[in-house]
């Protein structure tokens, strides 16, 4: 048992020592030395002495470089406090070096603001001013005429914030001369070419007036000035014709001619709140756009009004026909009756009066009780035919406002239900319901005002019609009863 023990603790130790060998090996490898094997001890001892001597040169040239380093370090040390002490003295210098200035900084401010005295408000008015100037010429038409301003009062204004040196006399009288252009100019009246953007989307390149620093006016009326783009662009719709007309008397004026103008003082607010307004059309609607749109199938609906608007548009277009119609007949018949009167003998069956004296013509033997019976038939028969037509035209007069009731009513109705859904904060909701209320209110009586004076004027002519029929026929019973009373006697 202990030899095998023993057999096996000697297998280790030569395990270990060929291990320890190979990594001797390695190491002496890496190292770049030679690896000389020994195949005897006296070779193994004289490999160790030869390594021994090797080893000890190289420890001695080690050491002398490890003392050389050690020197030089020694040296780039004192060299470095050296060069500390040196930047510590420098620094006191500078430290004093700096308080000194501070103190000179000082004593020169106060000198310079002693100086300037009131200068140093009118330089800071001075920048104020600039940087309004620059302001007012970016928005302002005169900027398209005369071009370049801002960028000098931009950077005049950048210079005084920023910097501490101050505006030349020939900056100042600069501004000054600007101002004083700005001025001149906004009371003029110009022309010059530009280009306006077209709502289609291409430049086109014309002449332009321009009125002071308010309004431009082009060859089709007023020209829309964009701040933000600095640039011309043609308005989505000229203002009322009143306005428009002025505008182009304005363009085509010859130079000290003096034409009216409508002038926006406001610089484009009132004309923008003017191009807003509804027209006549928008108001009232077109005779087919609520069709082409799809709205409702009734002329007109498409307007503020709505389908009660649409309705009441009709019945008033209906009931004016009507009265029209009937004040050209009575004219014609009662030029036919007046040519009657004048010749009574010839009864003319074309007009209500020779039909009346055609009866009597018929009926000359009878009695007088008859043909007066039979004389106010005939009358009576004539009259229906005057009066045609004229009791429609007054029903539509009396129905008309109560039409536009009905429309008040709606509106007003719609729009307390848009307050109750969305409140009172956008009065643009209920625009809509106030629109058709007060439309319909105004188009009931534009028809109910027209048709009743229409009425009017037709029921008089018919009833003076009438009235002639009436005088005419009984003027031929009185003749006829004087000649049956001088038969009789």
Not at 193 to 208: F, P, R, Y
Not at 268 to 279: D, N, P, V
Not at 412 to 421: D, P, V
Request: charged content about 20%.
């Amino acid at each position: 048992m202990k030899y095998w023990i023993r057999l096996g603790l000697v297998s280790l130790v030569c395990v270990f020592g060929m291990t320890a060998a190979a990594q001797e090996e390695n190491i002496l490898e890496e190292a770049g030395l030679e690896v000389v094997k020994a195949n005897s001890l006296d070779e193994l001892l004289k490999n160790i002495q030869d390594r021994r001597v090797v080893e000890n040169r190289e420890h001695a040239s080690r050491e002398a470089e490890f003392k050389a380093a050690k020197e030089n370090q020694q040296r780039l040390l004192n060299e470095a406090r050296a060069e500390q002490q040196r930047l510590e003295r420098r620094s006191e210098q500078l430290d004093t070096q700096y308080e000194s200035n501070e103190v000179r900084i000082g004593d020169l401010q106060e000198l310079l603001d002693d100086r300037l005295g009131s200068l140093r408000e009118l330089f800071g008015v001075l920048q104020q001013v600039a940087g309004d100037a620059r302001g007012n010429f970016e928005g302002s038409i005169i900027s398209l005429e005369i071009p370049g301003r801002e960028a000098f009062l931009a950077d005049f204004a950048a210079r005084m914030g920023t910097a501490s040196e101050l505006a030349s006399i020939d900056e100042m009288e600069e501004i000054w001369s600007m101002l004083q252009q700005q001025m001149i100019e906004s009371s003029k009246v110009s022309s010059f070419s530009a280009s306006i953007n077209m709502l289609s989307g291409n430049q086109v390149a014309t002449d332009v007036v321009r009125v002071g620093e308010f309004n431009l006016v082009g060859p089709d009326g007023y020209i829309n000035f964009d701040v933000d783009l600095k640039a011309l662009t043609e308005l989505s719709r000229q203002p009322s014709a009143e306005f428009t007309g002025s505008a182009e008397d304005l363009y085509e004026a010859d130079p000290g001619e003096l034409v009216g103008f409508a002038l926006d003082p406001t610089r484009g607010s009132l004309l923008s709140l003017e191009i807003q307004r509804a027209t006549l059309g928008e108001m009232v609607g077109t005779p087919f756009g609520g069709i082409a749109t799809g709205k409702c199938y009734l002329p007109f609906c498409d307007g503020q009004g709505g389908i009660v608007g649409s309705i009441i548009i009709l019945v008033g277009i209906v009931g004016v026909l009507l009265a029209l119609e009937r004040l050209v007949s009575l004219f014609f018949i009662a030029r036919k009756v007046n040519t009657q009167k004048e010749n009574p003998g010839e009864p003319d069956p074309g007009n209500p009066l020779g039909r009346v004296i055609g009866v009597y013509h018929n009926n000359r033997d009878i009695d007088t009780e008859t043909l007066q019976l039979k004389m106010g038939e005939a009358v009576l028969q004539e009259t229906p035919k005057i009066s045609r037509n004229i009791a429609i035209v007054q029903v539509i007069s009396v129905v008309a406002p109560l039409m536009g009731l009905l429309g008040t009513v709606i509106g007003m109705i719609q729009t307390f239900q848009a307050i109750t859904l969305y409140g009172t904060g956008d009065p643009k909701i209920m625009a809509s319901g106030i629109s058709t209320a007060l439309m319909t209110t105004v188009l009931g009586l534009c028809v109910a005002i027209p048709t009743v004076l229409l009425h009017a004027l037709t029921h008089q002519r018919s009833r003076s019609l009438i009235h002639v029929l009436d005088e005419q026929s009984e003027g031929i019973i009185a003749q006829h009863a004087e000649e049956a009373g001088a038969k009789l006697g």
